[in-house]
């Protein structure tokens, strides 16, 4: 369990995290979310006692992660896959890890194999791409058998094979009754891969919930109504209150509606003679969900293009 109270930093006269307080609780994959800049790494950085919070705590099981002795045996971490020693060999780099926290050498063999690097062990890592170097960041994460894994944008640079190889390993992780925190801007991971989440801006906390209440947080609660009587639903539907356009292309038989519930639009077609080919309620994506709910804390925003 990864447990944050009331933590802060700040670097001169910027606060990048501002009395943040949350749980990560084991079993389940929780996502960590935010606008870029919104404390996300500096976060997760002070969680592995990597920076000094300026106050506020992060423990790793019930205390800090430089209090455990062998740390990779209880944490494991993914934060940036291009830290690492180029001139080494995949096999290099982890035997060195695993003498340092009192590891079997078969544990590097293993991870290895289980990332589907056993065949470049042996190769320089400064010749890997950038998905490889990945998969060794996840077998160095996995190495020590923790209970606790962290991961900040892990499939970045992977394929979609790998990106449906990891999706499945932070499933299975969960499974196993371990602690999975994954940072990703990907919302299309969050929603096929994340149970809760922890939503940031500004170093603030947002939410912390589940990925289908935060998502209904969004106004993008509808429903999608199709019928060949377009013009005369729309004048029922307005009159009850409704807000009506339509859905799709121009000429579409579908109205998407706001502020009546799809079985309260099923009585009023009903009582007006309208005949209806498709009621559909519509929940907001999480990604509109997110975009809405953080749009107070982005703190680099474009312009328009003119």
Do not use: C
């Amino acid at each position: 369990m990864i447990e944050v109270n009331e933590l802060t930093k700040h670097y001169g006269g910027k606060t990048a995290v501002d009395r943040l307080s949350f749980t990560v609780r084991p079993g389940r994959v929780t996502g960590f979310l935010g606008p870029n800049g919104a404390g996300k790494s500096t976060t997760l950085r002070m969680i592995l006692g990597l920076d000094e919070p300026t106050s506020g705590t992060a423990t790793v099981s019930g205390v800090p992660f430089r209090s455990h002795a062998r740390g990779l045996r209880h944490v494991g971490a993914l934060l940036d896959a291009g830290q690492v020693h180029g001139g080494r060999s995949a096999k290099a780099h982890l035997a060195a890890l695993a003498r340092s926290n009192g590891m079997s050498p078969r544990r590097v063999a293993e991870v290895l194999h289980e990332v589907g690097l056993a065949e470049a062990a042996d190769r320089r890592i400064g010749g890997f791409s950038l998905g490889m170097k990945q998969r060794l960041g996840v077998a160095t994460a996995l190495l020590g058998d923790p209970p606790v894994l962290m991961f900040d944008e892990p499939v970045n640079g992977m394929d979609p094979e790998g990106v449906l190889w990891m999706r499945r390993l932070f499933r299975r992780l969960a499974a196993e009754g371990r602690t999975v925190f994954l940072s990703s801007h990907l919302m299309s991971e969050m929603e096929n891969t994340a149970d809760e989440l922890v939503v940031i801006g500004r170093g603030r906390l947002i939410a912390a919930e589940s990925v289908r209440d935060f998502a209904a947080r969004g106004t993008g609660l509808g429903v999608v109504v199709g019928t060949r009587q377009a013009a005369e639903l729309t004048a029922v539907l307005t009159a009850a209150g409704a807000s009506v356009e339509p859905e799709g292309s121009a000429g579409a038989e579908k109205l998407a509606v706001t502020g009546l519930p799809a079985d309260r639009i099923s009585v009023l077609a009903f009582e007006h003679g309208i005949r209806l080919n498709e009621l559909t309620t519509r929940t907001a994506s999480l990604e509109e969900a997110f975009m809405e709910l953080t749009a107070d804390s982005v703190e680099y925003q474009a312009g328009q293009a003119r």
